[in-house]
C-alpha cells in the first residue's frame, strides 16, 4: 500500500456500560459529547500535520486522563482503601514494541510512563514504586496521591464500602456538570484511542483507574499487552474496556489480530467474533475500538452503551454513547 | 475423543540458555537431571492416581520452586536493589480461569498464591503487597524475604553490580553442588510445567524470580496471560521460558493456540514457529513447553539448551538438557 493513499485517522473510547435511568428523559449527554469531540479535533489535527499514530494516541489518552468525567488520571476511583493505582500501556504497530505500567499511584499521566518504559527501558511492564521511580528518572511529573480524587469517586467509595460492594466503575451519579449518560454503577471504565498516521503506522494506548473499591494490587486488562492493548502494522490496533479479567483470560485485543492473520477475517468480522461471541461466553461485558492500517474501523460493544468517537483527517469528528 | 483415550502426560522446563564450557567436559549435568527426573515422578504419580492436570502442574512447580538449582522460590536471582521478586501464573484449560501473582517478596510458594487468585477471587493478576496481603488472607505462608536467598545468587548480584549489568538470570558458575551445564551468565530463568490429566483436560503453570539486577518493579511474561503461560483444552497448554518482553510483544503463549485454532497448524508446527520465526524476529530468546489434548507435545528452544523433561503415564521420564 503506498502511503499517499493512506487517510490518517484517530478513534477513542472513554468505557462502557448500560444506560442510565437518568438519561432517559435528560439532554446531558451533551458534556460527554463535547468531551469526546474536543479530544478528537486535536489528535486530528496533530494527524493532520503529520504527526505519527504514536503521537496521536499519546495526546488523546492524555487529554482523557485529564477530564474528571472519565475513569483515568485525574477522576480516577478508589481502591478499597481509598488509594488510587493507575494502569497504563502503549504500543507501536511498526516496531511492535510496548510500554506499560500498572499500579502507579503518583505519576500524573500514566500513559506517559508507559511511553518512557517503551521508549527508555529495556522492559515492558513496570509496576508499583519501581515504576514511579523510573518514572520519576525519566522527568515525569508526580503528584500527591491525591490529586487524582474527586468528591463524586470518594462518594462512589463510600457507597461501596457500605454495601460492601466491589464495583466495575463507580457509583456516583452526579458528577459536576451533567448526570452521565451511562449508569456510572455499572460502567466499565477505561479510556483508550488508536490510530494510523501518514506513513500507514498504527498504535494504540488504554489508561484506566480499574474498579471502585478494587482490591489492592489488582490489574486489569488496559496494561496487559495483548489483553486490553495490542497493535501490529500487519492486522490492527485495538484498546478494550470491560470486565478486565476476562478480556486478559480471551487475550481480547490479540486475539481479534491473529483472526485477522491466521483465519483470513476482516478487522469488523474478528472484532465482533471477540466481542459478542467469545468474550459473552465467559461473561466478558464491555467493548473495543479496532482499527487497521487501511483506515478501517470497528467499535463493537455488548454493553448497552460505550462512550467513542473517532475522526479522519479532512472530515468531521463522529461521537457516540448509545448504539 | 473419549476420555478412555487420554494418556496422561507432564512435561517441566527449568529455564533455557547457552552451553557453559564448564559443562563440556563434566559429567555435572546430573544434579539436574536426577531434579527433573524427581520432580516428573512425583507428577506422573499424581496423574496416574487420576489426579487433575491442575494439580500436577502445581505439584511440579511447587517442587521446582523449592530446589535452588532453579530461578524461581528458593534460589531466585536478586533485583538492583537485593530484594526478590517474585512472579507466577496458572491456567485451567478447561474452564479458561486463570490466576497469577507479579512482585511477591514474603510469599514462599508464589505458584499456590497464583492458584488462590485464580480459585478463591474475582481477579487475575494480583501484584506486590496486595498480592501478599491476599495470599496471607487465604492462610498461604509468607516467609521474610531473604528466605529466597542463597549465596550464590548473591554473588550473581554483586557481580552484576560491579559490572552494572542487568543480567537475564544469573551469573555465578558456583551453585554449591554442581557446575551448572548451562551459562549462568546467560541463562534465561524460569520454571514451568505444562500437563494433561486422565479426563482431558490441560493446565499450564510458570513461576519466575526475574533476572539478576532487575529494576524493581519489572514484570516479564511468566505471570501475563497468554505471554508466558496459556492453557485452552480447545488447542493447547504452554509455558515459557527466555526474554521476556519479546514474549511479552510477540504474546507467544497464546499465539500458538491461535495457530493451531485459526490456522490449522499442529502443536509442533505452531510451536516450532513462534519459537523459531517469530521471536527471533524481534530479538527473542529462549523456549518453551507445549502440550495438546491429545498428548502431543513440543519442546522447542532457540537456545543451546533448555532444562527440561516429560513423563507420560506408565513410561520411563525423559529429560534432556541440549539439544
Do not use: W
Not at 36 to 47: F, K, P
Amino acid at each position: 500500500m503506498s502511503t499517499a493513499t493512506v487517510l490518517p485517522v484517530i478513534a477513542i473510547h472513554g468505557g462502557a456500560g448500560t444506560m442510565s435511568r437518568a438519561s432517559l428523559n435528560a439532554g446531558q449527554d451533551a458534556a460527554y459529547h463535547t468531551a469526546l469531540q474536543g479530544i478528537l479535533l486535536a489528535a486530528q489535527d496533530l494527524l493532520a500535520r503529520g504527526g505519527s499514530a504514536l503521537d496521536a494516541v499519546s495526546l488523546a489518552v492524555d487529554l482523557l486522563e485529564d477530564c474528571p468525567l472519565f475513569n483515568a488520571g485525574h477522576g480516577a476511583v478508589f481502591t478499597h482503601d481509598a488509594t488510587h493505582e493507575l494502569d497504563a500501556a502503549i504500543m507501536d504497530g511498526a516496531s511492535l514494541r510496548a510500554g506499560a505500567v500498572a499500579c502507579v499511584s503518583r505519576v500524573r499521566r500514566p500513559l506517559r510512563a508507559a511511553r518512557a518504559v517503551m521508549e527508555r527501558s529495556e522492559h515492558v511492564l513496570l509496576v508499583g514504586a519501581g515504576a514511579e521511580a523510573f518514572a520519576q528518572a525519566c522527568g515525569l511529573e508526580l503528584v500527591a496521591p491525591d490529586y487524582f480524587s474527586t468528591g463524586a469517586r470518594l462518594e462512589q467509595l463510600q457507597r461501596a464500602l457500605v454495601t460492601d460492594a466491589t464495583l466495575l466503575d463507580h457509583d456516583a451519579p452526579a458528577l459536576a456538570f451533567a448526570t452521565p449518560p451511562l449508569d456510572e454503577s455499572r460502567k466499565l471504565g477505561t479510556v483508550g484511542a488508536v490510530a494510523l498516521d501518514v506513513h500507514g503506522n498504527l498504535a494504540a494506548a488504554t489508561s484506566t483507574g480499574g474498579m471502585t473499591n478494587k482490591r489492592v494490587g489488582r490489574v486489569g486488562d488496559s496494561p496487559l499487552i495483548g489483553a486490553g492493548t495490542y497493535a501490529d502494522n500487519r492486522t490492527a490496533a485495538i484498546s478494550c474496556t470491560g470486565t478486565g479479567e476476562m478480556f486478559i483470560r480471551a487475550v481480547a485485543a490479540y486475539d481479534i489480530c491473529a483472526r485477522m492473520a491466521y483465519a483470513g477475517l476482516s478487522l469488523d468480522a474478528a472484532a465482533q467474533e471477540v466481542v459478542m461471541k467469545v468474550l459473552p461466553a465467559i461473561g466478558g461485558r464491555g467493548g473495543l475500538i479496532a482499527l487497521d492500517a487501511r483506515g478501517n474501523l470497528s467499535l463493537p460493544f455488548n454493553t448497552e452503551g460505550m462512550y467513542r468517537g473517532h475522526a479522519r483527517v479532512g472530515e468531521t469528528p463522529q461521537t457516540a454513547i448509545f448504539a
